[in-house]
Antibody, heavy 120, light 110 residues
Framework: EVQLVESGGGLVQPGGSLRLSCAASGFTFSSYEMNWVRQVPGKGLEWLSYISSGGNTMYYADSVKGRFAISRDNAKNSLYLQMNSLRGEDTAIYYC?????????????WGQGTLVTVSS | QSVLTQPPSASGTPGQRVILSCSGSSSNIGSNNVYWYQHLPGTAPKLLIYRNNQRPSGVPDRFSGSKSGTSGSLAISGLRSEDEADYYCAAWDDSLSGRVFGGGTKLTVL
């Protein structure tokens, strides 16, 4: 059974840092590209970042470029999002999602999300 | 403000056919595939349509997608109460070098 389980969310002060993790199981993690997507409460989905299957190529949304860093450890079947200089507007549910980028198959599986709250 | 434009709300009665629209530009929908996701609050989003009009296994054929120029659309026929959800379109944007989502359409089944 395919599973993506996010963790690491919580309450953090403005200007602080947080590292999210996404544990993958039930599929060959190293064969999939991965993404982080968030949803601010009451708002829509926002794509944040992409990483290639081998970890060599990354893309970021302008809203997080320079503050967030995506990475992966294929040996541990894990995806990460290092979030620095956090702001109130980063308060959201953060989802990881897999895709076969070159197959244009879309985000065919998502995790349940982890809540990040940025507040003093 | 989202790069892809969707009407914020839509509605229909059980059994009806509804069409949700998604408007983009030449740098996203005009030159790349359109994807559609269904999202119920508190749950993981679900892929409904990929590559403009392809359905993943398990998605009922009541859901269909199409693309024309810089716009995409999702049609839902035989509307059911369980279709009440938020629907998002998405596409890669060449200018932004990233994926973009629409603002979402909240579908209400009356």
């Amino acid at each position: 059974e395919v599973q993506l389980v996010e963790s690491g969310g919580g309450l953090v002060q403005p200007g602080g840092s947080l590292r999210l993790s996404c544990a993958a199981s039930g599929f060959t993690f190293s064969s999939y590209e991965m993404n982080w997507v968030r949803q601010v409460p009451g708002k829509g989905l926002e794509w944040l970042s992409y990483i290639s299957s081998g970890g060599n190529t990354m893309y970021y949304a302008d809203s997080v470029k320079g503050r967030f860093a995506i990475s992966r450890d294929n040996a541990k079947n894990s995806l990460y999002l290092q979030m620095n200089s956090l702001r109130g507007e980063d308060t959201a549910i953060y989802y990881c999602a897999r895709e076969k980028y070159y197959d244009n198959s879309g985000y065919d599986f998502w995790g349940q999300g982890t809540l990040v709250t940025v507040s003093s | 403000q989202s790069v892809l434009t969707q009407p914020p709300s839509a509605s229909g009665t059980p059994g009806q056919r509804v069409i949700l629209s998604c408007s983009g530009s030449s740098s996203n929908i005009g030159s790349n595939n359109v994807y559609w996701y269904q999202h119920l609050p508190g749950t993981a989003p679900k892929l409904l349509i990929y590559r403009n009009n392809q359905r993943p296994s398990g998605v009922p054929d009541r859901f269909s997608g199409s693309k024309s120029g810089t716009s995409g659309s999702l049609a839902i026929s035989g509307l059911r109460s369980e279709d009440e959800a938020d629907y998002y379109c998405a596409a890669w944007d060449d200018s932004l070098s990233g994926r973009v989502f629409g603002g979402g359409t909240k579908l209400t089944v009356l």
